[in-house]
């Protein structure tokens, strides 16, 4: 098949996968269901049925990326994308990446609908190696796709009405995560890592615990790994429990809040990979604000350690909310255009 967004570029390619919508019953609080829910969804404005969550294609990567970097990919590889149009359960779909280039330091990655329509547009790389100055400089040359999108990102006229912390905000706490056998990963995303892997869109058995039980060919570290969609999981089911400064202004009670989806999403793996059954620590920082015409949003870097507070992946995640979705929103962003700047 030809790419009907990208005919010019020399590229892998992936198979049709039809992902599947696992999030209809997702809790995200705030006085309403998910955009993964039918009748959210619908409200929203989503004719089609509710969206795929966007990091699950993901995994539909997951040949590409060996394909082209290997097992290091898991180790120190980064993926970096914007999402363009959304897919609904079932609707078949394809990934991309683009072949290397000679002295390039990364790749293009992208996913389309039958017709062409793009699903993601971004990049691909490996982080330099420690012991490699070369690469530390070279790999400085080209902005991955988010880093791009934050350096065209013009500041948010007035103030925000969705977020009421200012940029470089941490959080307060420290939160445990880890991805278990046997045990639903959270509210969030209520499922099981078995009931993942048995709808995944490319399995592979470095993911899979029957792999190892079966002592055949064991993954290059010896234990299972997760997936690339899974990194999403562990960086971001654990959010509710994240402690934040008291907001400069409040606007909306804690069970009222936008219908949100992602807009962008980078993961780095730096010492990885990331393993099924070990307890690694997050903590986070809102990194940019910003809005359309239809949204607001925010951009917030996860980092996450091992216990020994090495660093093993960080991720920068855009949080779109729909402006419409809150009755009385322009009500409350003239309330807050009225607070002055400098006590924010």
Same mark, same amino acid.
């Given at each position: 098949?030809?790419?009907?967004?990208?005919?010019?570029?020399?590229?892998?390619?992936g198979?049709?996968?039809?992902?599947?919508?696992?999030?209809?019953?997702q809790?995200?609080?705030?006085?309403?269901?998910?955009?993964?829910?039918?009748?959210?969804?619908?409200?929203?404005?989503?004719?089609?049925?509710?969206?795929?969550?966007?990091?699950v294609?993901?995994?539909?990567l997951t040949?590409?990326?060996l394909?082209?970097y290997?097992?290091?990919?898991?180790?120190?590889?980064?993926?970096?994308v914007?999402?363009?149009?959304?897919v609904?359960?079932?609707?078949?779909?394809?990934?991309?990446?683009?072949k290397?280039?000679?002295g390039?330091?990364?790749?293009?990655?992208?996913?389309?609908?039958m017709d062409?329509?793009?699903?993601?547009?971004?990049?691909?790389?490996?982080?330099?190696?420690?012991?490699?100055?070369?690469?530390?400089?070279?790999?400085?040359?080209?902005?991955t796709?988010?880093?791009?999108?934050l350096?065209?990102?013009?500041?948010?006229?007035?103030?925000?009405?969705?977020?009421?912390?200012?940029?470089?905000?941490?959080?307060?706490?420290?939160?445990?995560a880890?991805i278990? #056998?046997?045990?639903?990963?959270?509210?969030?995303?209520?499922?099981?890592?078995?009931q993942?892997l048995?709808?995944?869109?490319?399995?592979?058995? #470095?993911?899979?615990?029957?792999?190892?039980?079966?002592?055949?060919?064991?993954?290059?570290?010896?234990?299972p790994?997760?997936?690339?969609?899974?990194?999403?999981?562990?960086m971001?089911?654990?959010?509710?429990?994240?402690?934040?400064?008291?907001?400069s202004?409040?606007?909306?009670?804690?069970?009222?809040?936008?219908?949100?989806?992602?807009?962008?999403c980078?993961?780095?793996?730096?010492?990885?990979?990331?393993?099924?059954?070990?307890?690694?620590?997050?903590?986070?920082?809102?990194?940019?604000?910003?809005?359309?015409?239809?949204?607001?949003?925010?951009?917030?870097?996860?980092?996450?350690?091992?216990?020994?507070?090495?660093i093993?992946?960080?991720?920068?995640?855009?949080?779109?909310?729909?402006?419409?979705?809150?009755?009385?929103?322009?009500?409350?962003?003239?309330?807050?255009n009225?607070f002055?700047?400098?006590?924010?």
């Amino acid at each position: 098949m030809v790419s009907k967004s990208k005919p010019n570029l020399n590229y892998h390619e992936g198979e049709w996968r039809r992902p599947i919508n696992d999030l209809q019953h997702q809790e995200v609080g705030g006085g309403h269901k998910s955009i993964h829910d039918d009748e959210t969804a619908k409200a929203a404005g989503f004719a089609d049925g509710p969206p795929v969550h966007g990091t699950v294609h993901f995994s539909q990567l997951t040949p590409l990326l060996l394909r082209v970097y290997g097992k290091d990919w898991f180790e120190r590889g980064t993926i970096s994308v914007v999402f363009r149009n959304v897919v609904s359960h079932l609707k078949p779909v394809k990934a991309f990446i683009e072949k290397p280039k000679v002295g390039a330091s990364q790749v293009r990655v992208w996913m389309e609908h039958m017709d062409g329509r793009l699903v993601f547009d971004g990049t691909a790389s490996l982080q330099p190696k420690n012991d490699n100055p070369s690469d530390n400089i070279k790999e400085k040359e080209e902005l991955t796709m988010v880093e791009k999108q934050l350096k065209r990102l013009k500041p948010i006229k007035g103030n925000s009405v969705f977020v009421t912390h200012p940029v470089g905000t941490r959080s307060l706490n420290i939160e445990k995560a880890c991805i278990e #056998w046997g045990k639903e990963i959270g509210s969030l995303f209520p499922y099981t890592t078995e009931q993942k892997l048995n709808v995944i869109t490319e399995w592979h058995p #470095w993911f899979s615990k029957e792999y190892y039980n079966a002592s055949v060919s064991p993954s290059p570290w010896g234990k299972p790994i997760l997936s690339p969609e899974a990194l999403n999981q562990i960086m971001l089911y654990t959010m509710k429990s994240a402690e934040w400064p008291t907001p400069s202004y409040e606007l909306l009670p804690k069970n009222k809040t936008p219908v949100s989806l992602f807009g962008g999403c980078e993961i780095k793996l730096i010492n990885g990979p990331v393993f099924v059954g070990e307890t690694y620590f997050i903590e986070r920082e809102i990194t940019a604000v910003g809005e359309t015409p239809k949204t607001e949003f925010i951009w917030t870097k996860t980092v996450m350690k091992d216990e020994k507070g090495c660093i093993i992946a960080e991720m920068t995640l855009q949080d779109m909310m729909l402006k419409y979705t809150v009755e009385n929103y322009d009500e409350l962003r003239s309330i807050a255009n009225g607070f002055s700047t400098s006590k924010l």
